[in-house]
C-alpha cells in the first residue's frame, strides 16, 4: 500500500512539476497584473538583477536609463514598479495619499533602534503625522536662525583650516573637509557639543560606528528583514556592520542619559533639548529611546547629504570658468571686498539670485538622495497612468530621473544655473531633492539650505579655488547605496586667499 501510495505521489509529481514550471515560466506575460507595463524581461521574473545593481551602487542611474527606453513607466521586479509621470507624484506622496511606506523603511536603522522607528522609517500615517507635529518647530524658519552662530563658528574654523594647508602648499581634499564640517555642525545641533571632527577626523567612536553601520544599506535596501538575523551572518562584514549598530545605539543612549542628567543641560537652542522640552498632543514627553534614535537620525541625514552636495556642486563651479566669474562677481558686489574672512550672514545671502540658482541647480543635477522612494499600492488597488495596480505593488519615484525630464528641464545632463531664472510650476513640482511635497517631504530642508548658501559662499568670497590636478568626470560620477556621493570621495583643490580691494 505505501509503495503504490509512493507511485501514485511520483506520478502527480511527474504531471505537476511540468505544469508548475509552465505557469511560472508564462505568468509575467500572460497571468501577472503588472503584465503590461513595459520593462526588461527578466523583471518579470526576478529582483535579483536589481539587488546587483543596488551592490553596484548603480540603481538609480539603471533604473533611469529603463525610463529611457521604455517611458514613464517601468516595471523593475515582480511586484515593484517605477515611474516618471509628473501626475503620479501627488497621488503616491501628497497630503491625502493612501500609500503607504514599505518595509525598506521599517528596517533601515533597526540594529541601531531596536526596530523603533523614528521621523523618517515611520510607516504609520498618523504616528508619523504625530511626530512630525511634535518636531515641526525644530526646524522652522524662526527656529534655524537661532543655528546661524554654530554654522559660522564651524564653517570659519574650516576654512582657517583649508586656509592653513593652501599657504603651504598643500591641496585640500574638500569632500573630507564638507564631511567633518557637516558633521561638526550637526552632532553640536544635536547634542550641545561638536565632536571635533575638523580637527581629529572621524576618529570619534559613536561616529565610526555609525558609518560602519551603513556599509550593509544595500542588504537592508531589498532583505529588511534578514537584519533581524545579522548577527547571525556567515558574512563577516554582514556581522560588523550589526554590531556597529548596536554598539552606535548604545553609545547614542548613553549620550541622552548624560545630557539629561547635566545640571546644566546646554543652551536652550540645541535639538535635544527641544526635543526634551517637546510634549504631544496629550502633554507627554518623547521617551528616551525616541530621543536617541531622532539624534542619531539627524545626524546621519544631515551629514552625508550636505557634503556630498557641497562637493558636486564645487566642482561644477571650478569646472565653468563663466560661471564661476558670475558667482564671485555676484559674491563681491553683495559682500564687499574688504573682509574676505568674515562669514556672511545668512540674510544677506538668501535673495542672492546666482547664488541660489547655483545650489538649485546642484541639487538638480546632483542629487545626494537620487533613489526610489518605495510605497505600497493601498490595498483596493489603484488606477494610474494607463494601468491598474494591485493592492500592495510597490510604486515609486527617484529624483534621478524627475530632474532628468527633457521636457521640463531642457539639455538636462548640463549644469545650466540659469535655468532657475525662469523657474516653472512644473519645475518646482519635479525638482524633489528633499523628497516631493507633502507630509513625508525632509523636515530639515531650511537648515540645509542655509548651510549650503553660508558654507559656498564663505569658501568663494575667500578664495581663490583651482583643481589640484586633473579632476576627471569619472572620478566625480555618482556611487549610490541609499545615500550618494561622488564614487572617489576626493576633491583636492589650491586654495589661495584672496586679497582685498
Given at each position: 500500500m505505501?509503495?503504490l501510495?509512493?507511485e ?6 511527474v ?9 511560472w515560466l508564462?505568468?509575467p ?14 523583471a ?13 551602487g548603480v ?9 529611457l ?7 523593475v ?8 509621470d ?7 506622496y ?16 533597526r540594529?541601531m ?5 523614528e521621523l523618517f ?5 498618523k504616528a ?7 518636531l515641526?518647530?525644530?526646524?522652522s ?6 543655528y546661524?552662530?554654530i554654522?559660522?563658528r564651524n ?7 583649508i ?6 602648499g598643500k591641496?585640500?581634499?574638500l ?9 561638526d555642525?550637526?552632532c553640536e545641533?544635536?547634542?550641545g ?21 551603513l ?6 535596501w531589498?532583505?529588511g ?8 551572518a ?9 554590531a556597529?549598530s ?10 541622552v542619559?548624560?545630557y539629561?542628567l547635566?545640571?546644566n543641560k546646554?543652551?536652550d537652542?540645541?535639538?535635544?533639548q527641544?526635543?526634551i ?13 525616541d530621543l536617541?534614535?531622532?539624534s ?18 564645487v ?6 570658468p ?18 574676505r ?10 535673495n ?11 541639487l ?18 489603484a ?14 519615484v527617484q ?5 532628468r525630464?527633457?521636457d521640463?528641464f ?5 549644469f545650466?544655473p540659469?535655468r532657475?531664472?525662469n523657474?516653472t510650476?512644473e519645475?518646482?513640482?519635479l525638482?524633489i531633492?528633499?523628497?516631493a511635497?507633502?507630509?513625508r517631504?525632509c523636515i ?6 542655509m548651510e ?8 568663494f ?6 583643481f589640484?590636478?586633473?579632476?576627471s568626470d569619472?572620478?566625480m ?13 576626493n576633491?583636492s583643490v ?6 582685498k580691494?
Amino acid at each position: 500500500m505505501a509503495l503504490l501510495s509512493y507511485e501514485v505521489t511520483t506520478q502527480v509529481a511527474v504531471v505537476l512539476l511540468p505544469l508548475v514550471v509552465i505557469y511560472w515560466l508564462l505568468y509575467p506575460w500572460f497571468f501577472s497584473p503588472l503584465r503590461n507595463i513595459p520593462g526588461p524581461w527578466w523583471a518579470g521574473y526576478t529582483k535579483w538583477w536589481l539587488v546587483y545593481k543596488t551592490w553596484a551602487g548603480v540603481r538609480a542611474k539603471t533604473i533611469h536609463e529603463l525610463h529611457l527606453k521604455y517611458g514613464p513607466w517601468v516595471r523593475v521586479s515582480p511586484n515593484e514598479i517605477s515611474t516618471s509621470d509628473s501626475k503620479a507624484i501627488t497621488a503616491i506622496y501628497g497630503v491625502n495619499s493612501e500609500f503607504t511606506k514599505t518595509e525598506f523603511y521599517q528596517y533601515q536603522l533597526r540594529g541601531m533602534t531596536d526596530a523603533k522607528p523614528e521621523l523618517f522609517t515611520m510607516a504609520d500615517r498618523k504616528a508619523h503625522a504625530k511626530r512630525r507635529r511634535e518636531l515641526a518647530h525644530l526646524f522652522s524658519m524662526s527656529t534655524i536662525t537661532e543655528y546661524e552662530d554654530i554654522i559660522q563658528r564651524n564653517v570659519r574654523e574650516c576654512l582657517d583650516l583649508i586656509s592653513a594647508e593652501g599657504k603651504e602648499g598643500k591641496a585640500s581634499n574638500l569632500y573630507d573637509w564638507w564631511h567633518y564640517l557637516s558633521m561638526d555642525i550637526t552632532c553640536e545641533l544635536c547634542f550641545g557639543m561638536g565632536f571635533d571632527m575638523l580637527h581629529k577626523g572621524a576618529e570619534n567612536p559613536y561616529i565610526k560606528d555609525m558609518y560602519g553601520s551603513l556599509t550593509i544599506e544595500p542588504v537592508r535596501w531589498h532583505f529588511g528583514w534578514l537584519n533581524k538575523y545579522a548577527s547571525l551572518a556567515p558574512f563577516k562584514f554582514i556581522r560588523d556592520a550589526e554590531a556597529c549598530s548596536v554598539r552606535g545605539y548604545q553609545r547614542g543612549t548613553k549620550m541622552v542619559r548624560e545630557y539629561k542628567l547635566k545640571e546644566n543641560k546646554g543652551r536652550d537652542k540645541d535639538l535635544l533639548q527641544k526635543m526634551i522640552d517637546a510634549r504631544d498632543d496629550t502633554g507627554r514627553p518623547l521617551q528616551d529611546e525616541d530621543l536617541n534614535v531622532q539624534s542619531t537620525s539627524f545626524i546621519l541625514a544631515g551629514s552625508h547629504t550636505t557634503s556630498s552636495s557641497l562637493t558636486w556642486i564645487v566642482w561644477r563651479i571650478l569646472k565653468s570658468p563663466e560661471i564661476h566669474r558670475k558667482l564671485n562677481d555676484e559674491l563681491d558686489a553683495a559682500l564687499g571686498t574688504t573682509d574676505r574672512k568674515a562669514i556672511p550672514a545668512h540674510a544677506k545671502l538668501d535673495n542672492l539670485t546666482y547664488l541660489n540658482c547655483i545650489i538649485k541647480e546642484g541639487l538638480r543635477i546632483d542629487t545626494s538622495v537620487p533613489g526610489s522612494t518605495p510605497r505600497y499600492v493601498p490595498p483596493e488597488g489603484a488606477v494610474m497612468g494607463d494601468y491598474a495596480l494591485p493592492g500592495r505593488t510597490i510604486v515609486s519615484v527617484q529624483a534621478y530621473t524627475t530632474h532628468r525630464d527633457p521636457d521640463v528641464f531642457p539639455d538636462p545632463d548640463r549644469f545650466w544655473p540659469e535655468r532657475w531664472l525662469n523657474e516653472t510650476a512644473e519645475m518646482r513640482h519635479l525638482y524633489i531633492p528633499f523628497g516631493a511635497d507633502g507630509p513625508r517631504k525632509c523636515i530639515g530642508i531650511h537648515l540645509a539650505y542655509m548651510e549650503l548658501r553660508v558654507i559656498l559662499a564663505a569658501l568663494f568670497h575667500r578664495f581663490d579655488l583651482k583643481f589640484a590636478g586633473e579632476v576627471s568626470d569619472e572620478s566625480m560620477d555618482m556611487h549610490e547605496l541609499w545615500l550618494a556621493a561622488p564614487v572617489a570621495q576626493n576633491l583636492s583643490v589650491i586654495a589661495t586667499e584672496k586679497e582685498k580691494a
